[in-house]
């Protein structure tokens, strides 16, 4: 079983900056992509920003130059640091990754969820 655990989140003013980690445990063969979602209320949940195992990212438009995504191999880990927040960028985020138990096939796994706030 494998299990996704996001943690990082809070309130933040606009203009501050906050880091998102989510750590992959269980059985786990290989991590495929590994990205980032936020869902505000009201709204469907979007693709913030994702990683290749190769590290190549992509970003969502709102979130270009401002926010960053990393990960740690080694560790199974994914960050996504946030800078210049928004009170736009409210939202609860989730981490996503495609994971493969055994074998080559990989599959979703989601987190819990982390909220952010951008209030002041």
């Known amino acids: 079983q494998v299990q996704l655990v996001e943690s990082g989140g809070g309130l933040v003013q606009p203009g501050g900056s906050l880091r998102l980690s989510c750590a992959a445990s269980?059985?786990?063969?290989?991590?495929?992509?590994m990205a980032w979602y936020r869902q505000a209320p009201g709204k469907q949940r979007e693709l913030v920003a994702d990683?290749?195992?190769?590290?190549?990212?992509s970003y969502a438009d709102s979130v270009k130059g401002r926010f960053t995504i990393s990960r740690d191999n080694a560790k199974n880990t994914v960050y996504l640091q946030m800078n210049s927040l928004k009170p736009e960028d409210t939202a609860v985020y989730y981490c996503?990754?495609?994971?493969?138990?055994?074998?080559?096939?990989?599959?979703?796994?989601w987190g819990q969820g982390t909220q952010v706030t951008v209030s002041s």
């Open positions: 990683s290749t195992s190769a590290g190549a990212a």
């Open positions: 996503n990754a495609v994971i493969s138990t055994r074998g080559p096939t990989g599959y979703d796994y």
């Open positions: 269980g059985t786990i063969f290989r991590i495929y992509a």
